[in-house]
């Protein structure tokens, strides 16, 4: 499945080949009895944002600490930009960033210090006083890392995983814990990341970060991948019904399901009216919307309910509480 | 080796930004020198062979030093840095954590010889403190203890499952070892009975060390606390090589 990124860089339009950076193959990592990870294969492209998403305990940040060389797997074979992550370990954090799900700067120790500190891990030479102002931290340039909000360190911590000027980075469960504004102003950066031409590849276990920012997602379940595809084509292969919903004042007219197609239900629950079906022909709206203008109904607050990524997660990975 | 500096330079700052361990390396050492020299000045005594209090104290006062850089400092710094991530963090990148824990030992060594300095400067000044020993022979003695009490905090930092738990036994075993090693309070004022117990203190082999070089004696009388010192050093690296966690 190739996803073709199209960046516009300088006036010039780039389209990438489909070039694969990360190659797993039949990954396995067991700790004492638990399989943390269960013999999964997947690829990731050059320039996709590439999300692993899966309930707490999954094996997703596993995942990603052995694609990243930072863990040992039982077995299976690991290439990522051509290198072995266990043997070529340096060389890989050279030019990759990484933003690990539990990892802390001194306290005391301030932005700006941070990343001067830090850029100067890596040959390549970054001007980190650009990426200061790119990602919204000049005004705290001198404030600790201990003073900091929880958008800001992350933010903080995705300027520390571009000094490298990666090809390719990883990001686990970054944006937990975090406001909607934070969230939002979190997901504008990574997609700005990728559109410099950086490859991502991002745990989580929001459904709707991954629907929203992902290219492909694998979902990940006891170890095992369940499911991969584009989020889009996952929620129309689960074939889950839409629904239409609308308020009226008056009752229903009797004939009203008449014009509906023969698969749709109609569900009365007080003024609110909610028509369950699918867009098998034509898309169900029209044909609701059509049938209330043909018999002069008067309706309010009309909208439509589209199963999303959550719907088939939920479907994949079952409603029972886990820890 | 530019990673190396940089990192040097940022945990020095880090140091000074702390201000309880800077005071109990800096400042509490001076603040006994001006208690106990106030209080007994430092007229020749016959308890210590013709020298007086605060020429047998800045020895002592120095071991006392070593004993809480190595033992604080390092142990809870180390043990801090892996519970929150700070290590983790630096596995992401092409520099080992390794250079944080080199880094930590130079701004430590350096800190605890800032600490001798001040107080020998202060002991002279202000009572004419007398040194009768080698310079570089007490520097050689001061490296082996201060490296030989990093070895310890290392140990300490590698089976601490946290820093308050570090924090905690690093205490529990530095305050005894102050006042029953002679580091705060002279050795010849001590009774038999503490003398039979702080034969298993390392700290006392540092205070013998130190005094001893520091009025000109020879290594060869000393060779016994040398032996002892450089046997944990070696113990202490290897038993870390072993235990130490990165994460």
Do not use: C
């Given at each position: 499945m190739g996803v073709r990124v199209i960046i516009v860089e300088n006036g010039k339009t780039l389209v990438s080949k489909p070039n694969r950076v990360i190659a797993v193959v039949e990954l396995r990592k067991v700790y004492g009895e638990t399989i943390a990870v269960d013999g999964i294969s997947f690829d990731v492209e050059e320039f996709e944002i590439f999300g692993i998403v899966g309930?707490?305990?999954?094996?997703?940040t596993t995942t990603i600490e052995c694609v990243e060389g930072l863990r040992k797997p039982d077995s299976g074979r690991i290439n990522v930009l051509g290198l072995d992550p266990q043997h070529d370990g340096r060389q890989l954090r050279?030019?990759?960033?990484?933003?690990?799900?539990?990892?802390?700067?001194?306290?005391?120790?301030?932005?700006?210090e941070s990343l001067d500190l830090y850029s100067s891990f890596y040959p390549k030479k970054t001007d980190w006083e650009e990426l200061l102002s790119q990602l919204g931290l000049e005004e705290k340039r001198n404030s600790p890392f201990g003073k900091l909000s929880g958008g800001q360190k992350q933010r903080l911590f995705i300027a520390l995983a571009l000094l490298s000027q990666p090809k390719l980075i990883f990001l686990d469960e970054l944006t937990t814990g975090l406001d909607p504004q934070a969230r939002h102003a979190i997901w504008d950066l990574v997609r700005d990341v990728r559109a410099k031409g950086t490859t991502v590849v991002m745990t989580t276990h929001f459904m709707e970060e991954a629907e929203r920012l992902c290219d492909r997602v694998a979902i990940l379940d006891h170890g095992k991948i369940v499911a991969m595809d584009t989020p889009e084509a996952l929620i129309h292969d689960l074939g889950a019904e839409i629904q239409v919903v609308f308020n009226i004042d008056a009752a229903l007219p009797p004939d009203f399901?008449?014009?509906?197609?023969?698969?749709?239900?109609?569900?009365?629950?007080?003024g609110?009216?909610?028509?369950?079906?699918?867009?098998?022909?034509?898309?169900?709206?029209?044909?609701?919307?059509?049938?209330?203008?043909r018999q002069k109904i008067r309706f309010r607050d009309l909208r439509t309910e589209q199963p999303n990524l959550e719907d088939v997660f939920l479907k994949l990975t079952g409603r029972q509480l886990r820890e | 080796m530019k990673s190396l500096l940089k990192m040097t330079w940022m945990e020095t700052k880090l140091f000074f930004r702390e201000p309880i361990g800077a005071f109990f390396t800096l400042g509490f050492p001076l603040m006994l020198l001006f208690i106990f020299g106030g209080i007994f000045g430092n007229e020749p005594s016959e308890y210590f062979k013709g020298y007086g209090s605060v020429d047998v104290s800045i020895p002592a006062y120095t071991a006392m030093i070593i004993a809480t850089t190595g033992l604080t400092g390092l142990a809870i710094t180390m043990s801090a840095y892996r519970e929150v991530g700070v290590l983790r963090r630096l596995q992401t990148t092409p520099v080992h954590p390794l250079y944080v824990l080199f880094a930590q030992v130079i701004v430590l060594f350096a800190m605890t010889t800032l600490g001798m300095i001040l107080l020998i400067v202060a002991a002279?000044?202000?009572?004419?403190?007398?040194?009768?020993g080698?310079?570089?022979?007490?520097?050689g003695g001061f490296t082996l203890s201060s490296f030989s009490f990093f070895a310890i905090g290392l140990v300490l930092a590698g089976l601490m499952p946290t820093a308050r738990t570090a924090q905690v036994v690093s205490m529990a075993l530095l305050y005894p070892m102050l006042f029953l090693c002679g580091a705060g309070y002279p050795l010849e004022l001590l009774p038999e009975s503490i003398h039979r117990i702080n034969k298993f203190l390392p700290l006392t082999y540092v205070v013998k060390l130190l005094?001893?070089?520091?009025?000109?004696?020879?290594?060869?009388?000393?060779?016994?606390?040398a032996l002892v010192l450089a046997g944990i050093l070696v113990v202490g690296v290897l038993v870390s090589l072993k235990t130490f966690r990165w994460e």
């Open positions: 309930p707490n305990g999954a094996g997703k050279a030019q990759t960033g990484m933003q690990l799900q539990q990892s802390h700067l001194p306290d005391r120790m301030k932005v700006w399901a008449a014009a509906l197609p023969a698969d749709a239900r109609i569900e009365i629950q007080g609110r009216v909610i028509i369950h079906g699918s867009d098998a022909d034509e898309p169900l709206v029209a044909i609701v919307v059509n049938q209330l203008a | 002279r000044l202000i009572y004419q403190m007398r040194f009768d080698n310079v570089l022979s007490v520097l005094r001893g070089l520091w009025v000109g004696e020879s290594w060869a009388l000393h060779a016994g606390e």
